[in-house]
């Protein structure tokens, strides 16, 4: 973990790094970083004219003139095109599965659950939920059990690392975000399941009594947590958010894409397991840890205490919040049928 740790868990320099929702907003503060780092990177999205002006700024923050760029037109909430994405991105990084895959991609519908058809909550499930699933499913399959040229060196390489986007809202859902909060903490519970799993094989990997020939590498995952960021998703989400949703927000910290998109990769180079992107998100990540394994144990033990007392007050004052809108402007409108 990033405890008592000062060196770089995360050096980008020369490798590949797949980036799902690489067009707008947070992806493409992270593909702009990872390109000044020295990463090769493949971003994907929906929109071919926007993937085009996003891989042209993205290159452009470029470390050396190796590097490469390329994007892939698909969607993601697609089993079938999660598969042709790594099979297309693996043929263009020289028949390398890229040694890091990041589920970036996910967009925000949020209004009061009742007057939210259940078709949107299906919607918001795929894209926030199961297109990172379908992503890591065929990404583990490839590095587990590879077929591309790295099966069959006999050199230990650097471990592959598989990044999901969540949202702070995983930790502490409010009124507003019942189509979007379930599926973001969704993703912090599947990485928990993930990261328990991938001990077996990184254990196996180092067994005398293994029959399969395992892959010459660790395999590591990480969730990243986000708040709010200035973005045009952040635009498109004010205009179905309810007024109540914007009282408990109004205090939130807010972040630029390349704000945020430096927290994430400072925390990856720390080594850290779960990445909160500002200070809100990272006493709400203290706060609701459970049996999440720990980045450190300093911090996240005393932060556990003191947010444990600080919720005495917040939990009240943001239920008083809710219960004083509707008091004040009375029945929602009944929503249609």
């Known amino acids: 973990m990033g405890f008592l740790s000062w060196k770089n868990q995360f050096p980008v320099d020369g490798k590949t790094v797949l980036l799902t929702g690489g067009s707008q907003g947070m992806g493409r503060g992270l593909g702009k970083l990872l390109a000044h780092k020295g990463a090769n990177v493949i971003i994907v999205a929906r929109d071919i004219k926007k993937l085009q002006a996003a891989v042209e700024y993205i290159s452009a923050a470029a470390k050396s003139q190796t590097q490469r760029f390329h994007y892939i037109a698909a969607d993601v909430t697609s089993e079938a095109e999660n598969i042709r994405i790594l099979e ?42 199961w297109a990172a699933v379908y992503l890591a499913h065929t990404t583990f399959k490839s590095w587990l059990y590879p077929s591309d040229a790295s099966a069959h060196s006999a050199t230990t390489q650097p471990p592959r690392h598989f990044i999901i986007t ?22 912090r519970s599947i990485s928990d399941s993930l990261r328990s799993e991938l001990n077996l094989y990184n254990g196996a990997r180092r067994s005398t009594a293994t029959t399969t020939k395992p892959a010459p590498y660790d395999v590591k995952i990480h969730t990243v947590y986000p708040g709010s960021i200035l973005s045009p998703g952040l635009e498109l989400e004010n205009q179905s958010k309810h007024p109540v949703t914007h009282i408990l927000e109004e205090s939130d910290p807010h972040q630029t894409e390349d704000q945020v998109a430096a927290a994430a990769i400072k925390g990856l180079e720390r080594g850290d397991y779960m990445i909160a992107t500002n200070w809100l998100g990272q006493l709400m990540r203290v706060s609701g840890m459970q049996g999440s394994p720990r980045d450190s144990l300093l911090w996240d033990t005393v932060g556990q205490c003191i947010t444990s007392i600080a919720w005495l007050f917040i939990g009240p004052d943001m239920e008083g919040k809710v219960w004083n809108w509707g008091k004040k402007n009375g029945m929602p409108a009944a929503p249609k049928s």
């Open 166 to 187: 969540s949202s702070s809202v995983a930790w502490c859902n409010i009124a507003g975000y019942g189509t979007y909060g379930p599926a973001k903490a969704a993703l």
């Open 88 to 129: 297309e991105a693996t043929a263009w990084n020289n028949g390398q599965t890229p040694e890091i895959v990041w589920a970036n991609a996910g967009a925000a519908k949020p209004g009061l659950f009742l007057e939210t058809p259940l078709e949107t909550m299906r919607k918001q499930m795929d894209i926030n939920y």
